[in-house]
Each structure stands twice: as structure tokens, then as C-alpha cells.
């Protein structure tokens, strides 16, 4: 017997700034290097990665898939559609759970110096599908990601609220 699936979206925007404490080139080279770029996005030690690609150029590909311990397979893939050197990176990307299309997201990095560190910005606008995702999840996993890049940018494994920026982050 197969499962009904009741069909939905759900369509949301999010904005989550950062102030990260080093200068734009790191926060930068940590976006796009593809060994900077493996030290902090991910799923990390609790995610069995099966396959994995990162080509940062306008038209490249990103794809990360595997199984989470003991939870469902997940499978992000993403392209890059606009890239201005150490201002902002464009990309939209598609995330499944266990083979069902979860959702498709347009998101946009901007990056600028802010003192002697920089702000990140990233706003995603983004469709969720048959209530296999949350808007909330999605901002919360996110936030999580960009906590994982400041303790990267920092040499450590603890996020640290000084990553945060004064406005936190801003829901739509």
C-alpha cells in the first residue's frame, strides 16, 4: 500500500546577519574553498556522507548526500548563479529527505567589511513542500551552519555568541 502524500508549500524568506571577528578574505576563502568549505558545512560527525562535490564558479554544482545516524538519507544539491569576488555569492539549491523532494531555496551570501571584521548577511527565500520541512527548522538549521563557520573562522569547535550579530536573526 503506498502513503498519501498531501500536497503543499509553504513560502518563506529569512535573514540572518553575522558579525564574524576576522577580515573579509578568511570569511570569504572559508565560502568558497572547497577544504576551508569542508571543515564547517555539513551534517558533521553525526551524518555518513556518500557523496560529496563542491565546484564554486558561476554554473558549478554542490552536492551532499548521505544518512544522518539512526534518521533518513538527506541530499542537498545547489548552483551557483551569481558570484562577485569577496561581496556576494548567489546559489539555489534543493534539499530531499529519504527521496521526497523536501524544497527548492534561493539564497544569497553578502559579505562586507565591518570594522576589523566582517558582517555576513544571508537571506534565503525558499518554498517547502508537503510539510515534509518547516520554515523554522530550516532557519534554525541555518543558523546552526553559520555558527559552525565562525567557530571555523576562529579555530575552535564551540560556537560563541560573538559571532552574533546586534539585530540576531529576522524572520519573514
Do not use: C
Amino acid at each position: 500500500m503506498s502513503k498519501i502524500i498531501e500536497r503543499s508549500q509553504t513560502h518563506a524568506t529569512f535573514v540572518i546577519e553575522r558579525d564574524y571577528p576576522v577580515p573579509l578574505g578568511a570569511v570569504w576563502h572559508a565560502l568558497s574553498d572547497n577544504d576551508a568549505r569542508d571543515q564547517w558545512f555539513g551534517g558533521g560527525p553525526d551524518f555518513d556522507t556518500q557523496e560529496k562535490s563542491h565546484d564554486f564558479r558561476v554554473g558549478g554544482q554542490a552536492v551532499e548526500d548521505g544518512q544522518w545516524h539512526g534518521g533518513p538519507r538527506s541530499r542537498f544539491h545547489s548552483t551557483y548563479t551569481d558570484i562577485i569576488d569577496q561581496q556576494r555569492i548567489v546559489f539555489t539549491y534543493d534539499m530531499w529527505v529519504d527521496d521526497q523532494h523536501m524544497s527548492t531555496s534561493l539564497t544569497t551570501i553578502a559579505v562586507e567589511p565591518e570594522g576589523d571584521g566582517t558582517r555576513l548577511t544571508y537571506t534565503e527565500q525558499g518554498v517547502h513542500f508537503d510539510g515534509l520541512d518547516s520554515v523554522e527548522g530550516r532557519e534554525e538549521g541555518t543558523d546552526g551552519l553559520l555558527d559552525s563557520l565562525g567557530s571555523f573562522l576562529r579555530g575552535s569547535g564551540e560556537p560563541g555568541a560573538e559571532d552574533r550579530a546586534p539585530s540576531g536573526s529576522i524572520g519573514g
